[in-house]
Structure formats: structure tokens, C-alpha cells
């Protein structure tokens, strides 16, 4: 919904179903892309495929210092055990959480996870779902919310799973602006946090590459130097 609002508010022109081929290069300074509908040129061209920057950048030799973990959320639609006005609510010791979604909840689990290679269609696991709802494991929902153990018994629950990939940078902030080769920029790298972070984030990307914004004065340029950081709870 926020995605496709944006879309509509920025007036731009947006094609899909079209995937990006390759990029079109005049002497050192890439003009547009080749797509499978075609070529687009462009003065700048932006780089913000999520999971899928890494390889769309190797196309313009352009290497971005990112990894992919896989990463689900368990969607049960119907969970009438939970109460009014729950809030969302989070196991800081293993990271497990939970938030009301209608008449049901969204839950995630963010151990720790090894990187994986970027794809587009993520497989889940019914293990993922187990983890968080059997009250016998050691991250389940029932360990600080009780209820969940009574969802957990009734024969009523269903739930399904999505998984999609975390992109992560080595500072777990994201990558914003122009890069070393001219004309091609990136807004990518979020880390996991690119719903809360999409519209100050783009809204530096697009500064820094009109001029706006410094290189030096922005933070999250891409060839900054970082510092390793540890994965974050969420
Ligand atoms: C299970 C899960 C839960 C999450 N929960 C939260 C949350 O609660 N809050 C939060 O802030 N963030 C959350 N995130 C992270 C958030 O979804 C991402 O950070 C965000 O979607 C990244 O946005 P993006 O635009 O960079 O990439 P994406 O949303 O991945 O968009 C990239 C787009 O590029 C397209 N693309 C890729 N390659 C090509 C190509 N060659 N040509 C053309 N198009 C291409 C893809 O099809 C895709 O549409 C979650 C992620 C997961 C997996």
C-alpha cells in the first residue's frame, strides 16, 4: 500500500513486469539501461532492485558490499485470543515479536541466519511457523504472552508464511546516492528496515544525486568507510 500510494504521489512513469538487462555505457558514464522491453536512456540511472542490487550492479562492474538473509513472517488472518487494542509486542531476549493485523497478527523471528546467494522467489519453512507457536520452544510467542499457548491448542488456527531477504550492508545502513562510476546511482541496502526507512532514505538519495546534498555531508554515500555493526534485534 505505501509503495503503491508513493507510486501514484510522485506522478513518475512506471513500467512493470519489464526486468533490467543491462546498462548502456557512453565512454566512462552510463546513459541508461537495457531492459527486456527495451532501452531506456537516462541522465541518472538508480540501482534499487532490494536482494537483487548486488547482481544488477555486477552488470555495470559496479561491486556493492552487500549480503542476502533470508528472512519470513508467519500470517495468521483469524486469532480471536488476541486482545483489544494488543500492542505490538517484542521478546528482546531472542527476538521474537508479534503485532495485531485486523482480526489476526503478523510474527517474526530475526535469529541470526547466514547469508544466502539473492533470489527472487524466497522458499519458507514450516519450521519457522513451529518455532514461534509450539510453547515448547525457545523462542516461542508464549514465553512472555501467555494466550499464545492457548492459539498454539485450538483447533481453529491458520496461518501461512512469507519469506522474502534482508539486504545488508556491513554498517547495516543503507547505500544512498551517487556511486564512483559516473551516472549511476543506488538506494538500496536497508538492512531490513526499508518500509520504516524508504522515504527519508529516497528523499536523501534523490539530494544527494541532484546536488543538494554533499558527498561529505551525506552518511550514507556508498563508498563510505564502515565499521562492521552486529545484526540488530528486528
Ligand atoms: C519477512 C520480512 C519482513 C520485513 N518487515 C519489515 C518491517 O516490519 N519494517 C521494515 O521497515 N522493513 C521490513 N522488511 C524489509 C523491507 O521489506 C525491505 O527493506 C524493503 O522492501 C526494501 O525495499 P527496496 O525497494 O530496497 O527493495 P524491494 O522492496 O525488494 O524492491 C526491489 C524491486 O526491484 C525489482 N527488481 C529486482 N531486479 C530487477 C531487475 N533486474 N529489473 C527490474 N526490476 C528488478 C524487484 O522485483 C522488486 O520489485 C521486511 C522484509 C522481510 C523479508
Do not use: C
Amino acid at each position: 500500500m505505501l509503495a503503491l500510494e508513493l507510486a501514484r504521489a510522485s506522478g513518475a512513469r512506471i513500467k512493470t513486469g519489464v526486468t533490467v538487462t543491462g546498462f548502456r555505457v557512453h565512454g566512462d558514464r552510463v546513459r541508461g539501461v537495457t531492459t527486456t522491453d527495451g532501452n531506456i536512456e537516462a541522465e541518472t540511472v538508480v540501482i534499487a532492485a532490494g536482494p537483487l542490487s548486488g547482481p544488477v550492479g555486477e552488470l555495470a562492474g559496479l561491486e556493492l558490499p552487500l549480503a542476502t538473509v533470508r528472512r519470513q513472517k508467519l500470517i495468521m488472518p483469524d486469532v480471536p485470543q488476541i486482545p483489544e487494542g494488543a500492542p505490538m509486542t517484542i521478546d528482546f531476549e531472542t527476538g521474537a515479536h508479534w503485532r495485531p493485523t485486523g482480526t489476526g497478527a503478523h510474527a517474526l523471528w530475526t535469529a541470526p541466519a547466514p547469508a544466502e546467494p539473492p533470489v527472487d522467489d524466497v522458499p519458507t519453512s514450516a519450521s519457522f511457523a513451529f518455532g514461534l507457536l509450539d510453547p515448547s520452544s525457545d523462542h516461542a510467542l508464549a514465553r512472555i504472552v501467555p494466550f499464545w499457548k492457548d492459539v498454539w491448542a485450538s483447533s481453529r488456527l491458520q496461518w501461512w508464511l512469507q519469506a522474502g531477504q534482508y539486504t545488508y550492508t556491513p554498517d547495516r545502513r543503507p547505500l544512498l546516492g551517487p556511486t564512483l562510476i559516473p551516472g549511476l546511482a543506488v538506494n538500496t541496502g536497508y538492512s531490513g528496515h526499508g518500509i520504516m526507512g524508504s522515504i527519508g532514505g529516497s528523499r536523501r538519495a534523490i539530494d544527494a544525486i541532484t546536488g543538494k546534498l554533499r558527498a561529505v555531508d551525506n552518511p550514507f554515500r556508498p563508498d563510505r568507510p564502515m565499521e562492521s555493526r552486529a545484526f540488530d534485534v528486528l
